[in-house]
């Protein structure tokens, strides 16, 4: 018998013989030991590996197992000897594994990626490497199976492409933003000027007003989300965001799940940041979604001020429930019960991580058959998100503006608006007008940012001998580019009356 026979044999792999040595030694090479290593050493090696090593015969059943690859099931070895392979493979796999097997036999060997599946139901991805072998006959007698857990590679290797579809969703999305901003522009602006005037109507005025800034609202948290954009911690409101998330993920819930809210609180101010707070709210509601989606139910999202302290979001679902075992692991990295195209395992990941970055703890309560209920508690602050109100406006002096934007709809509607805000205005559509304009007697210039292919920060560097100050008007958000000295402010589209005198008022004082 050959020397690597009987290390073979001594490591517990009878089936060991001289066609299939060279499985072995590759593999005692690879961990480097030398010639002279013992018997013992080479089976502490393969006890520890991180490879793990099995052997199951013509039939696919495991008839040889090391600890390694048991512990990466969640297994014994004496658990899984005698059991097919097809307990260690999701369902979903099985093709997967039985065209891999058919290779192996064809050509010897062969190595594929693909998904198993642990004994308490979580799956990880693995690489496997299968190997042929023989009887001392040379008659095919089963294979070697030696597998790695390649989860972390696998998922950062998705992470990157999704990186990159999201690089790609941004600028798209911005794109869009900004023909959606300049829609929702002249309606906000419009509202605006009929919510003043004494004949309006003043409900439907009102419920014209509040479509365009939910409306506004979403596109900014949306160009958010696909820019990634860092935020600071400020005073926001908890049910705010809240609302925000649920408009965003409750048109994907499944018709079959009855979502309810309860989101009245006496205070509900935390110190946080928008992204984090929705992705939270985004995550729990869609994953209690996805588990009800075959028996429907019932899904409450609620706020309570438990003390004088602090707030609690409950996300409730009346679904199946987590099994014991597999609570204890949900904010695991990678650790999902989902197939690859539905879930990463690093959702659950996300929200913890989130919370805890806003001095917040998460709770999970679950009965199998009777339904799961994350809480989150975050800790009270001062202050408020509320804004400024509408009552009155700023007072600025009467200026004579020129505004430039090459939509007539909201060039006509900034116009309006400026003048019932008593300043005289220059309006034009086209930037080559503008710029053989008499800029003497301009006090104030307020130019959009994009303007049939044209930069209106390239415009604002054209306009010579003029030095006053310059609004520059965006409909998606952008602050990559450097802003040239005059500029004074960016006036987000939509803007309510109040915004325009703000940035009106703003320009007027830096050119004191």
Avoid at 108 to 137: C, H, I, P
Avoid at 142 to 169: K, N, P, W
Avoid at 285 to 311: K, T, W
Avoid at 501 to 509: G, R, Y
Wanted: with cysteine; aromatic share 6%; hydrophobic share 40%.
């Amino acid at each position: 018998m050959s020397d690597s026979a009987i290390a073979a044999k001594h490591l517990g792999f009878e089936f060991m013989n001289r066609a299939n040595s060279d499985v072995i030694l590759p593999f005692v090479r690879q961990n480097h030991f030398s010639g002279d290593a013992t018997l013992e050493e080479l089976q502490l090696a393969v006890e520890n590996s991180m490879t793990g090593i099995s052997w199951l015969d013509t039939s696919g059943t495991f008839r040889q197992v090391r600890d390694g690859y048991a512990r990466m099931l969640g297994y014994t070895p004496d658990e899984l000897i005698g059991q097919s392979w097809a307990v260690t493979v999701p369902e979903s796999d099985h093709e997967t594994g039985i065209a891999a097997v058919q290779k192996m036999l064809r050509d010897g060997r062969n190595t594929v990626e693909t998904r198993a599946v642990r004994k308490d139901g979580s799956v990880f991805y693995k690489r496997l490497l299968l190997v042929k072998t023989m009887d001392s006959q040379g008659r095919h007698n089963g294979h070697y199976c030696f597998m790695s857990d390649v989860s972390e590679r696998t998922e950062a290797q998705r992470r990157l492409a999704d990186a990159e579809r999201l690089r790609t969703i941004g600028t798209l999305a911005g794109g869009i933003a900004h023909d959606l901003n300049n829609l929702l522009t002249p309606i906000l602006g419009r509202a605006e000027l009929l919510a003043r005037e004494s004949k309006a109507d003043d409900g439907a005025v009102d419920d014209i007003r509040n479509a365009a800034l939910r409306a506004q609202e979403l596109i900014d948290r949306l160009l958010k989300f696909s820019k990634n954009e860092r935020e600071e911690f400020k005073p926001l409101s908890l049910a705010g965001s809240v609302r925000v998330a649920l408009q965003f993920v409750s048109g994907s819930l499944p018709a079959n799940v009855s979502l309810q809210t309860k989101l009245g609180t006496s205070d509900d101010t935390v110190l946080g940041l928008e992204a984090p707070l929705e992705l939270i709210v985004l995550n729990l509601v869609s994953n209690a979604g996805y588990v009800m989606r075959d028996s429907g139910g019932e899904l409450v999202v609620s706020l309570s001020n438990p003390d004088g302290q602090h707030i609690e979001l409950a996300i409730s679902d009346t679904g199946p429930g987590i099994p014991a075992p597999i609570l204890d692991r949900i904010f695991d990295p990678f650790y999902t019960t989902k197939p690859p195209a539905e879930g990463t395992g690093l959702g659950l990941l996300m929200v913890k991580e989130a919370v805890e970055k806003m001095k917040g703890r998460v709770e999970v309560d679950s009965i199998e058959g009777q339904g799961t209920r994350f809480l989150i508690t975050f800790p009270l602050c001062d202050g408020s998100d509320q804004g400024h109100t509408d009552d009155e406006l700023p007072k600025s002096p009467r200026l004579r503006v020129m505004v430039i934007d090459d939509e007539e709809p909201v060039l006509q509607v900034c116009q309006t608006m400026l003048e019932h805000l008593g300043h005289e205005v220059i309006a034009h559509t086209d930037p080559n007008n503008a710029l053989r304009e008499d800029l003497a007697n301009v006090d104030l210039v307020i130019s959009d940012y994009r303007m049939g292919g044209v930069s209106g920060l390239d415009f604002v560097k054209q306009l010579q001998g003029f030095d006053g100050p310059v609004v520059v008007m965006s409909g998606a958000l952008d602050a990559d580019d450097d802003l040239p000295e005059n500029v004074s402010c960016v006036l987000n589209k939509p803007f309510k009356l109040q915004s325009l005198q703000e940035a009106v008022l703003q320009a007027s004082q830096a050119s004191e």
